[in-house]
């Protein structure tokens, strides 16, 4: 008997790729022979560098899945101008030390182009070994504007939006609700947290506003009585935190525990619903996503991925909105590859990927020689009641985000 997941792809190919097709993908039969002959024969190889153990497995593996439905549906469909898809993993471990030498044993296996984890300070090493030969390295889902040319050179890209730019439209999204004296939890601990405060703090100040008060703390805390204390102290109309879970779930309860209602907002790295047994009926909590996962989200395409995420791999992998991200990933390298004739080159295909401007991937991609990763996108902003998220409002970003490169 055929598997549920057999079944669900059998569907989506049956459909003509529809599915892909709808989300922004191009599928193409077998090119002419003047593109076949450009391009490199046999299959294309993909290698990817991502946890399979660690603290990142979930963004890496979640990411993964969805990227592997693209794939899945190109090579069903005949693949790149005749030439399947072929993806080869190896286990970084969540080790910066691990992926390099993971991602020199992909490339001696043939890889051509490189995925990556979803964390610049992780993943970088990857990015870095692919780089020296000149090969595409993209992140599944890393938010710093570092995995780039300035950070990693010419042929480094994130299918992310910019950590800075979350906090950008944290600070919109403040300031639209009316709230005026916010108070900034400080998550410490990596790169992507104090990027999404700094674009906040920026902003905000842009804005003309001026915060209650600041405090810092590590995701490894066993609590943060005394930033709470500070907290209470100042009275905020709003606490925006700066964090990820586990830990951001420790802050939460924390504050909800002493007593306080006030409204927070926090990022990506609070989305989801498997923490929130620690925060039992949680309300007035916010939190910026790339997409809502509910089967509420204003665009058509993003609800209809969901469909075929969950009938592929079941409800548990919409924990975080990475899970779209993978899917741009895959969609961008797919029809990068697809515009140049299945060549494999990195700087060709980056010639390629430097023109998008709003492509229509799951999530709109746009690149230019000197940034390679996405500060434009409209963010979700999800409310939380009873312990329910759900769509809330669509920040557009105005003004250009500070990538600090």
């Known amino acids: 008997m055929k598997s549920k997941r057999t079944l669900a792809l059998a569907a989506m190919v049956a459909l003509g790729g529809a599915g892909l097709a709808a989300c922004g993908a191009t599928v193409s039969p077998a090119s002419s022979s003047t593109a076949i002959s450009k391009a490199q024969t046999g299959p294309i190889v993909i290698g990817a560098a991502i946890a399979k153990t660690g603290w990142m497995t979930i963004p890496d ?24 898809i072929k993806v080869i993993t190896g286990d970084s471990q969540t080790s910066e030390t691990v992926i390099k030498q993971v991602t020199s044993n992909l490339i001696g296996q043939g890889a051509k182009i490189i995925v990556a984890t979803c964390n610049y300070d992780i993943g970088s090493p990857a990015g870095i070994e692919a780089q020296s030969d000149n090969i595409l390295n993209v992140s599944l889902c890393a938010g710093s504007p570092l995995w780039g040319t300035q950070g990693i050179g010419p042929q480094a890209y994130t299918a992310a939006t910019a950590d800075y730019a979350e906090g950008w439209a944290i600070a919109q999204f403040i300031k639209e609700q009316g709230w005026s004296r916010p108070f900034v939890l400080d998550d410490e601990s990596l790169d992507y947290s104090k990027q999404v405060c700094t674009g906040f703090d920026e902003h905000w100040q842009e804005l003309g506003g001026k915060v209650a008060g600041t405090a810092q703390f590590m995701n490894g805390d066993a609590s943060i009585a005394t930033q709470v204390g500070s907290i209470q102290s100042v009275k905020p109309d709003v606490i925006v935190a700066c964090t990820y879970t586990p830990g951001g779930t420790t802050a939460i309860r ?13 990022d990506f790295g609070m989305t989801g619903t498997d923490w929130l047994n620690a925060v039992p009926h949680l309300s007035n909590f916010y939190v910026t996503a790339n997409a809502s996962l509910y089967g509420d989200d204003p665009d058509p395409k993003v609800n209809q991925f969901v469909k075929q995420y969950v009938a592929l791999y079941g409800s548990s992998g919409l924990q975080n909105t990475s899970v779209t991200v993978g899917y741009t990933c895959a969609q961008m390298i797919v029809d990068a590859l697809e515009k140049d004739g299945g060549n494999t080159d990195g700087p060709a295909l980056s010639a390629v990927l430097d023109k998008f401007t709003n492509y229509p991937t799951l999530l709109p991609t746009t690149y230019t020689p000197s940034i390679h990763i996405n500060a434009k996108r409209p963010i979700r902003i999800l409310r939380y009641t009873n312990g329910t998220p759900a769509f809330f409002k669509m920040i557009d970003i105005t003004g250009n985000v500070d990538l600090h490169l």
């Open 61 to 84: 593996q979640t990411s993964m899945d969805a990227f592997m439905m693209v794939i899945n549906q190109v090579n069903a469909s005949g693949g790149i101008h005749g030439r399947k």
């Open 254 to 266: 924390d504050i909800r525990a002493a007593g306080l209602t006030t409204p927070i907002v926090s």
